[in-house]
């Protein structure tokens, strides 16, 4: 039990479970926004692009601080290519919303009854698990690669 506890514990310092665990708080901040102003506004687009720039603020901080353990310095220049680099994730989101939400809402539709609401929360559900994978690739290979702490 011991052994057990001790490699859970080493699992819990690495990178890859601190990634996944603010992932999903970034996950969790993007659909809450995304979906109350969906709810609001019945608006898709304004709903995704706003909870894309929530999330991105948010996973910004975790990750150059909690996950990628940076150093303070040079910051904002990481986070311009963190931002420039989220506006690729962004689009896929949007074509995502707008192919299945706005433009073919019967492809996901013919599963619950044509609810526009759960149309919206599925498709969200299947954009986040892409835009986690990429999102890590990109800040991996691309964004946080500084000196660490």
């Not at 011991?2 to 514990?9: D, E, G, N, S, V």
């Not at 102003?37 to 608006?43: A, I, K, V």
């Not at 304004?46 to 999330?55: E, H, K, M, R, S």
């Not at 599963?111 to 954009?127: G, H, K, M, P, Q």
């Amino acid at each position: 039990m011991q052994k057990l506890i001790r490699l859970l514990m080493k699992f819990i310092k690495t990178e890859v479970f601190k990634y996944l665990f603010f992932g999903v708080l970034t996950t969790l901040v993007s659909i809450a926004t995304r979906e109350i102003l969906f709810l609001l506004t019945r608006q898709v687009t304004f709903a995704v692009l706003v909870a894309n720039v929530t999330g991105i603020l948010f996973a910004f901080f975790t990750n150059d601080y909690f996950v990628f353990s940076q150093e303070r310095k040079g910051w904002f220049a990481r986070f311009i290519k963190f931002f420039v680099a989220r506006l690729s994730t962004l689009a896929m989101d949007l074509i995502l919303a707008y192919l299945l939400v706005e433009k073919f809402p019967q492809i996901i539709g013919q599963f619950v009854n044509n609810d526009l609401i759960w149309v919206n929360r599925i498709e969200t559900l299947l954009a986040q698990v892409l835009i986690l994978v990429a999102n890590y690739l990109i800040s991996k290979l691309l964004v946080f690669k500084d000196k660490k702490v």
